[in-house]
């Protein structure tokens, strides 16, 4: 079964003020970085935004089919691209994620009888922009596309949806000080319980 990566970088970054995906981090910029480990863990990867944007970054990428309706529109034009039959979506805000922890999510995907796997940090956050979407998805995606529900956390229950824990809290950043604070303090990576 084929697995997929994608990292989601055509958001709106309204709270940051700036282009959250092409923030500095680590000698290259945030979805560099993020695309790079998503390759390493699975040999391919694709980024999920405008092409006119964001290719000079050096990684395939994939327009949006329905622009300006969030995240649930970039995991349809991930799904629909037909790369693989797991899918592995990121937003391009989460930093220090790990090869390792990418390939046991995955692998955790193959077995599960569900639509979706979902991680879930330490703290009991659930996490559905750091998960594996089976191609399966696409039609109640898109359906709750067609319908203008666009909160995933309320779709949950629709996709089949199972958990993945992660012995750690994930880290994403929305702010400029959230961005600084993650640059002075990166996570600290525990191992998947």
Same mark, same amino acid.
């Given at each position: 079964?084929?697995?997929?990566?994608?990292?989601?970088?055509?958001?709106?970054?309204?709270?940051?003020?700036?282009?959250?995906?092409?923030?500095?981090?680590?000698?290259?910029?945030?979805?560099?970085?993020?695309?790079?480990?998503?390759?390493?863990?699975?040999?391919?990867?694709?980024?999920?935004?405008?092409?006119?944007?964001?290719?000079?970054?050096?990684?395939?990428?994939?327009?949006?089919?329905?622009?300006?309706?969030?995240?649930?529109?970039?995991?349809?034009?991930?799904?629909?691209?037909?790369?693989?039959?797991?899918?592995?979506?990121?937003?391009?805000?989460?930093?220090?994620?790990?090869?390792?922890?990418?390939?046991?999510?995955?692998?955790?995907?193959?077995?599960?009888?569900?639509?979706?796997?979902?991680?879930?940090?330490?703290?009991?956050?659930?996490?559905?922009?750091?998960?594996?979407?089976?191609?399966?998805?696409?039609?109640?995606?898109?359906?709750?596309?067609?319908?203008?529900?666009?909160?995933?956390?309320?779709?949950?229950?629709?996709?089949?949806?199972?958990?993945?824990?992660?012995?750690?809290?994930?880290?994403?950043?929305? *702010?400029?000080?959230?961005?600084?604070?993650?640059?002075?303090?990166?996570?600290?990576?525990?191992?998947? *319980?």
């Amino acid at each position: 079964m084929r697995a997929a990566g994608f990292v989601l970088v055509g958001g709106r970054s309204s709270r940051m003020g700036r282009d959250k995906a092409l923030l500095p981090w680590r000698g290259g910029v945030l979805a560099g970085e993020l695309a790079a480990t998503v390759a390493a863990a699975l040999g391919n990867v694709a980024l999920i935004g405008s092409p006119e944007r964001y290719s000079q970054l050096g990684f395939d990428c994939i327009a949006d089919l329905r622009p300006g309706l969030g995240p649930l529109a970039g995991i349809e034009a991930a799904l629909a691209s037909g790369r693989g039959e797991l899918n592995l979506i990121l937003a391009c805000d989460t930093p220090g994620i790990e090869a390792e922890e990418l390939c046991a999510l995955v692998e955790h995907a193959r077995h599960a009888c569900a639509g979706c796997v979902v991680t879930i940090d330490e703290t009991g956050r659930t996490h559905p922009l750091y998960a594996v979407y089976r191609s399966c998805c696409l039609p109640v995606l898109r359906k709750a596309l067609d319908e203008r529900r666009l909160k995933l956390m309320d779709l949950l229950d629709e996709l089949h949806a199972v958990s993945f824990h992660i012995g750690r809290k994930l880290e994403n950043f929305n *702010t400029p000080e959230d961005w600084l604070r993650a640059q002075t303090c990166p996570p600290t990576n525990i191992p998947i *319980t």
